[in-house]
């Protein structure tokens, strides 16, 4: 990786559909050199199994009880939200727990899920870190000016995921790499993550290149979320 942080802010675990433990993951992270690593796991959605809010304060404890065990690692507590409102009731999500947490990622934004401004009124509550992930913004935002997207998600407040996980993918490459023109334009007005999306390999937590080379190559290193 070179100089900087190793960050991954995007990992499940047996909470929802990951395969292993909080404290499994956050040892594969301070093995491969994590400096931050998320656990988001999917919350009060019908796609998967996923974590329930009368499990939030069992969740978060395990969360602090291994990053105590592994102190040069910075583990922060995170959901995923499933957009879709047929599968998760937005309205209905627990604001007071969200808001315990360091950071919030939702999926399928503007594409078979709510739109951003649909999701303004839960936005507008929350005050961890908010994140758009494994987008595929070549083809949702295909015609739109890449200026333009990098307005929409600097004026909601979101950061965008670099996602390196195999489904986020077109003809084996990934979305990221795709929307190479798109990420050229958050430079200094969108920050940006990496995520592993880690399920079912403890290599996914840290095997991470690919994204970084790519976030060196359209020189967003400054607009990562956390930096030295």
């Known amino acids: 990786m070179g100089a900087g942080p190793l960050i991954n802010l995007h990992s499940h675990t047996r909470y929802s559909d990951g395969d292993f433990t909080v404290e499994q993951l956050v040892a594969a992270a301070d093995h491969g050199g994590v400096t ?33 065990r592994h102190p040069g690692v910075r583990v922060l507590a995170g959901v995923e939200i499933d957009t879709d409102p047929s599968r998760c009731d937005l309205e209905a999500l627990p604001i007071e727990l969200l808001n315990r947490l360091d950071i919030v990622l939702f999926e399928y ?32 935002y ?37 929307a190479s023109r798109y990420y050229e334009a958050f430079r200094g007005r969108v920050r940006v993550s990496v995520g592993g999306d880690v399920h079912h390999s403890l290599e ?24 030295p």
């Open 36 to 68: 931050h690593l998320a656990i988001t796991d999917h919350f009060e959605t019908s796609k998967v199994y996923s974590l329930r809010a009368a499990q939030f304060d069992e969740y978060l404890e395990e969360i602090h009880e291994a990053a105590k």
């Open 109 to 140: 934004v503007d594409d078979n899920g709510s739109t951003l401004e649909t999701l303004e009124p839960l936005l507008s509550q929350l005050r961890p870190l908010r994140g758009l992930a494994h987008m595929d913004i070549a083809r949702i």
């Open 142 to 178: 295909a015609g739109t000016m890449p200026s333009e997207v990098a307005s929409r998600f600097r004026d909601f407040g979101m950061f965008v995921e670099a996602n390196a996980a195999w489904p986020y993918r077109r003809d084996g490459v990934p979305f990221y790499e795709l």
């Open 204 to 227: 996914a937590v840290y095997e991470l290149e690919r994204p970084y080379r790519f976030m060196r190559s359209v020189g967003l290193t400054d607009d990562l979320l956390f930096r």
